[in-house]
């Protein structure tokens, strides 16, 4: 029941565009995005709740296919600062259960 | 504002002992979740209250876990008795509103060893 993300880890240069997978082999109600730090507390990112629904501000977005049972992390002209592991979390459609997906290393190198 | 208050920050222990971990979540937020991290398992819900009142608590690993919130300013997670595996970082997260599509905020942690 916990989303698979992909890819696993990513090393990306200065200015790079990654993208981030969620999947889920469950119907989701919503998709949570985070980042955690080395050594630090997950902090949010967005949330997406509706199906095809795409938030986030300029460098980072997200999408998310309902009927995919998908959703995609956006990071375009990457910075230092962008390093860590990202995670989704996705509440089941009961809306009762919660869970983070397996996390994908980014690093983001001079 | 202070945020998420996890106390203590560090508890090395000893198998077989009890181990309590205290939450007070953000004043005024009415959910409360409890997490463990490891490498081995990920990040990992074990239980998440509402108004005080457990909504979830499948992820609760087995009965030497149990969680209590006996009013809206303070959590605990207690392990009785503990074991190796056991350790692992946990992390206490609070939301306001709607569990869906809120934003929780998490604490720095409690990372434990169970020797």
């Known amino acids: 029941q916990q989303p698979v993300q992909s890819p696993q880890a990513v090393i990306l240069r200065e200015g790079e565009d990654a993208v981030i997978n969620c999947s889920s082999s469950k119907a989701l109600y919503s998709v949570h995005w985070y980042r955690q730090k080395h050594g630090e507390a997950p902090v949010f990112l967005m949330i997406l709740l509706k199906g095809g629904e795409q938030k986030g501000h300029e460098k980072i977005s997200a999408s998310f296919n309902e009927k995919k049972q998908q959703s995609s992390l956006y990071l375009t002209a990457s910075q230092l600062s962008y390093s860590g592991t990202y995670f989704c979390g996705t509440f089941s459609n009961t809306g009762n259960q919660f869970y983070f997906g397996t996390g994908t290393s980014l690093t983001v190198i001079p | 504002d202070a945020g998420v208050i996890q106390s203590p920050r560090h508890e090395v222990t000893e198998m077989g002992q009890e181990v309590t971990l205290r939450c007070k979540p953000i004043?005024?937020?009415?959910?409360l979740f409890w997490y463990r991290q490891t490498m081995m398992r990920g990040l990992e819900l074990l239980i998440y209250?509402?108004?005080?009142?457990?909504?979830?608590d499948s992820g609760m690993p087995e009965d030497r876990f149990s969680a209590k919130m006996p009013n809206a300013s303070f959590s605990t997670l207690k392990i009785q008795p503990s074991e190796p595996r056991d350790s692992a970082v946990y992390f206490c997260?609070?939301?306001?509103?709607?569990?869906?599509?809120?934003?929780?905020?998490f604490g720095p942690g409690t990372r434990l060893t169970v020797l």
């Open positions: 004043s005024g937020h009415d959910y």
């Open positions: 997260a609070s939301s306001l509103g709607s569990r869906l599509y809120n934003e929780q905020f």
């Open positions: 209250f509402n108004n005080n009142v457990p909504i979830d």
